[in-house]
């Protein structure tokens, strides 16, 4: 399957034509780490992608010494328009372009570029990014089926006021739902899907949300404290985070805890 990549450089604000600036060079330069040149694979594949490349095979003496100066002398100059890679694969799995296959490789693991233009935009050690469209088209479209997947759920939630309260609870737990009218806590709740619809989806799944949603209002009203993130009652410790208080919580053997817990919530509310 034929796939390219586009290697571009950061943009400088400049008063120069753009003509000029289309004709400056900026390089993408061999880096050291830890005394060694930034290498693009693992030994192993080094050996298997670099042979035939070198003017030594991998079992030659001096391969070591080839092989560190082909990667001491790695450089590219990223024109104004960026750099085209094809880092296509055949039915094996094998690169069609071996040398843009290398180049591509050595410039994933370069401290200098990001993955994306934004990781780039939020680095001061960024200089590069990688354009991958089929990359951006696959994430877009995952985004989409998170969206889709929460709205689905959203219907399903909604239909139950109870369920409501619970996901709202855990969605935002500086807030008290349990005050709202059905109305306002369907309106928050559908504000806190679209804000964070991945976080939404995995709350609302969640085969334990109601106890979840039950330790929480304890921690409002005192019945359990958190103590950074361990969860205590009285002087108990239930579990180190929220997860592991409602691991011991459903065992079965701490049912009775789970019952004085609960009694002590419906006393707290009555």
């Known amino acids: 399957m034929t796939k390219k990549i586009i290697i571009r450089r950061k943009e400088t604000k400049s008063f120069l034509p753009k003509e000029i600036q289309m004709e400056s060079r900026s390089y993408l330069s061999s880096v ?36 560190k100066a082909y990667w001491a002398e790695m450089t590219m100059n990223i ?27 050595w410039a994933v693991r370069h401290p200098h570029v990001a993955q994306s233009k934004d990781e780039m935009e939020s680095s001061f050690s960024k200089r590069f990014y990688i354009v991958d469209n089929a990359k951006d088209i696959r994430t877009k479209n995952n985004k989409i089926q998170v969206l889709k997947d929460a709205d689905k759920e959203f219907i399903k939630v909604s239909g139950d006021k109870d369920k409501m309260l619970h ?32 976080k939404f989806l995995k709350i609302a799944k969640d085969k334990n949300l109601e106890l979840k949603s039950k330790l929480e209002e304890m921690v409002s009203l005192e019945i359990l404290r958190k103590i950074g993130n361990q969860v205590v009652y009285i002087d108990e410790i239930l579990g180190d985070t929220m997860e592991d208080a409602v691991i011991r919580l459903t065992d079965k053997k701490n049912s009775g805890k789970l019952m004085e817990l609960k009694a002590k919530l419906k006393e707290a509310k009555s």
């Open 32 to 67: 050291y780490q830890d005394r060694q040149p930034l290498k693009g694979f693992s030994p192993a594949d080094s050996k298997k992608y670099l042979a035939g490349i070198l003017d030594v095979g991998p079992d030659h003496v001096d391969w070591p010494k080839h092989e």
């Open 79 to 105: 024109p104004f328009a960026g750099v085209e890679l094809d880092i296509s694969e055949d039915g094996e799995g094998n690169p069609i372009h071996i040398e843009d296959w290398i180049r591509y490789k």
């Open 167 to 198: 996901v709202a609870r855990l969605m935002s737990n500086k807030m008290s739902p349990e005050n709202l009218t059905r109305e306002e806590l369907e309106n928050v709740l559908y504000e806190l899907k679209n804000d964070n619809p991945a």
